[in-house]
């Protein structure tokens, strides 16, 4: 049995006193939560401190993005050596926005999936079709192309750190959810490519979140899909009221 995981992506919200805060408030709400993997993914600036309030809590810290090397003349990067440095267990690699605003390819988020990995710690990997593909009719061709180039040369031992969060660009920051049904038809038919590319057992073992305008009022039918494992929530986990009842429909 898989075990969920809901994570928060903070994006470029709160200072360090308001990620702080936040958190504080979660490990209050979520105390009796043991059922359920919980990550928050606040910014740079925030990660120690952030660290340092959940240090000796089950909540897992991840950042929202590295640079694939450990170290060296790369100005304004952070490579997951520093990462886990600072106490991060996670990484989200390829989000959307990354790959709309910041030109990432699957070649260089190869990289980054390569460099989590490589350190030891458990690498997000977003994938998702944009409505233009969608609408084409090239979803599955558009996760297929993500999933094999982002995955290339990760045997399956290492699949054991790669989490894949299935993220429909048009359901992002939209307000529009991709039903459980469209969103469980992903999971599947990305679940049945990673038994194909490595076997059964990882196929089986593989956590599949789903992300894209996840809410309290809609968390509870995507949870309870065979094949949706979790949720990657943007918008919805920057107020402790809205995360925590998410993060409860969770549980098995
Ligand atoms: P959203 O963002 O929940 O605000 O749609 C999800 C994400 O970008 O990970």
């Known amino acids: 049995m898989r075990r969920k995981l809901v994570a928060g992506n903070w994006k470029m919200h709160k200072t360090v006193a308001e990620a702080v805060?936040?958190?504080?408030?979660?490990?209050?709400?979520?105390?009796?939560?043991?059922?359920?993997?919980?990550?928050?993914?606040?910014?740079?600036?925030?990660?120690a401190a952030v660290a340092k309030a959940i240090d000796g809590t089950p909540l897992g810290l991840a950042a929202q993005?590295?640079?694939?090397?450990?170290?060296g003349a790369f100005t304004g990067e952070v490579s997951p050596t520093l990462l886990k440095d600072v106490g991060c267990r996670y990484v989200i690699v390829g989000h959307s926005e990354?790959?709309?605003?910041?030109q990432e390819a699957d070649d260089f988020i190869?990289?980054?999936?390569?460099?989590?990995?490589?350190?030891?710690?458990?690498?997000?990997?977003?994938?998702?079709?944009?409505?233009?593909?969608?609408d084409a009719g090239k979803t599955f061709d558009i996760l297929a192309a993500q999933i094999e180039n982002s995955l290339r040369g990760i045997s399956a031992a290492t699949m054991e750190r790669v989490i894949i969060a299935y993220e429909p660009?048009?359901?992002?920051?939209?307000g529009k959810t991709a039903t459980a049904c469209q969103?469980?038809?992903?999971?599947?038919?990305l679940r049945e490519l990673l038994r194909k590319m490595h076997g059964v057992a990882t196929a089986a073992a593989i956590r599949?979140?789903?992300?894209?305008?996840?809410?309290?009022?809609?968390?509870?039918?995507l949870l309870s899909q065979e094949d949706i494992d979790g949720a990657l929530?943007?918008?919805?986990?920057?107020?402790?009221?809205?995360f925590t009842p998410i993060v409860k429909q969770g549980r098995n």
Not at 25 to 42: C, G, N, R, S, Y
Not at 98 to 102: K, L
Not at 233 to 242: Q, T
Request: charged content about 25%; glycine content about 6%.
């Open 21 to 47: 805060a936040l958190v504080n408030e979660l490990k209050k709400e979520l105390a009796d939560v043991t059922d359920v993997d919980v990550v928050v993914a606040p910014v740079f600036t925030a990660l």
């Open 65 to 71: 993005n590295c640079y694939p090397e450990v170290t």
């Open 98 to 102: 990354r790959r709309r605003i910041f």
């Open 110 to 134: 190869n990289r980054k999936v390569r460099a989590v990995t490589a350190e030891g710690l458990q690498a997000i990997l977003c994938v998702g079709e944009t409505l233009e593909e969608r």
């Open 169 to 174: 660009v048009w359901a992002i920051g939209t």
């Open 183 to 189: 969103a469980q038809e992903a999971h599947r038919f």
């Open 208 to 221: 599949i979140l789903y992300g894209g305008s996840v809410k309290a009022d809609n968390a509870a039918a």
């Open 233 to 242: 929530v943007g918008g919805a986990s920057l107020m402790a009221a809205d």
